[in-house]
């Protein structure tokens, strides 16, 4: 583990709310930027690309939800009810959790209500449904994040009791959904399943 990291996980129980945002949204822009360099050094540069916030912003988003959802879909639904010790949640209500607070999220890019704002995350549900739910969200989302531009994401718009920049939802969106990703992956590592992101990479070439 980096120092850094390292640094960040020791101080992170005792860190304020405050805190934590702002460092999520710091290590929300650093993802990004990782995940902008190419994957191996045989992979080369893109030539003439423009990284800018928002598209890079949204293809992370994109990134996101594909791996979120082919993590359920990799879960057997006998083990949608997993979890590691009795204190934590089981993996069926992780995957309502994530798809529930998309809609959330979203429902404040929009400027209504939650359509799912009456709907709990510890509701049972199947693998069916909850992969339903979870597509639903990103069908929510999608059009809401995909017009977002440069210009957009510091416009203010109305969050609860405060005003934020669009885009500073859409950080909170990507790094909410990379956080649950970074959990539901021990998740299936515990039942011997390989995580979808790890699954997708290409074996380095032999020398």
Same mark, same amino acid.
């Given at each position: 583990?980096?120092?850094?990291?390292?640094?960040?996980?020791?101080?992170?129980?005792?860190?304020? +709310?405050?805190?934590?945002?702002?460092? =999520? $949204?710091?290590?929300?822009?650093? /993802?990004?930027?990782?995940?902008?360099?190419?994957? &191996?050094?045989?992979?080369?540069?893109? %030539?003439?690309? =423009?990284?800018?916030?928002? &598209?890079?912003?949204?293809?992370?988003?994109?990134?996101?939800?594909? @791996?979120?959802?082919?993590?359920?879909?990799?879960?057997?639904?006998?083990?949608? *009810? /997993? =979890?590691?010790?009795?204190?934590?949640?089981?993996?069926?209500? !992780?995957?309502?959790?994530?798809?529930?607070?998309?809609?959330?999220?979203?429902?404040?890019?929009?400027?209504?209500? #939650? +359509?799912?704002?009456?709907?709990? @995350?510890?509701?049972?549900?199947?693998?069916?449904?909850?992969?339903?739910? !979870?597509?639903? #969200?990103?069908?929510?989302?999608?059009?809401?994040?995909?017009?977002?531009? @440069?210009? &957009?994401?510091?416009?203010?718009?109305?969050? *609860?009791?405060?005003?934020?920049?669009?885009? $500073?939802?859409?950080?909170?969106?990507?790094?909410?959904?990379?956080?649950?990703?970074? %959990?539901?992956?021990?998740?299936?590592? !515990?039942? *011997?399943?390989? +995580?979808?992101?790890?699954?997708?990479?290409?074996?380095?070439?032999?020398?």
């Amino acid at each position: 583990m980096p120092e850094a990291v390292r640094s960040i996980a020791l101080e992170w129980p005792a860190m304020s +709310p405050h805190h934590r945002g702002m460092m =999520k $949204l710091t290590l929300a822009v650093v /993802f990004i930027a990782l995940a902008a360099v190419p994957a &191996s050094p045989q992979s080369p540069p893109p %030539t003439g690309r =423009k990284l800018t916030l928002a &598209s890079e912003m949204i293809r992370g988003y994109t990134q996101i939800q594909r @791996d979120l959802l082919e993590a359920a879909e990799l879960m057997p639904d006998a083990d949608y *009810g /997993f =979890k590691p010790t009795p204190e934590t949640r089981p993996f069926g209500q !992780l995957i309502a959790h994530v798809a529930l607070s998309q809609f959330g999220f979203c429902s404040f890019l929009q400027g209504g209500p #939650s +359509p799912k704002a009456a709907e709990k @995350d510890e509701t049972p549900r199947s693998k069916a449904v909850l992969i339903a739910l !979870l597509k639903e #969200s990103a069908t929510f989302c999608n059009p809401l994040v995909s017009a977002m531009t @440069d210009e &957009s994401m510091v416009q203010l718009i109305k969050a *609860g009791p405060v005003e934020g920049a669009r885009g $500073l939802l859409l950080a909170a969106l990507n790094t909410h959904g990379s956080e649950v990703y970074g %959990t539901i992956a021990v998740y299936l590592r !515990l039942k *011997g399943i390989v +995580p979808p992101t790890t699954a997708r990479q290409k074996p380095a070439p032999t020398k």
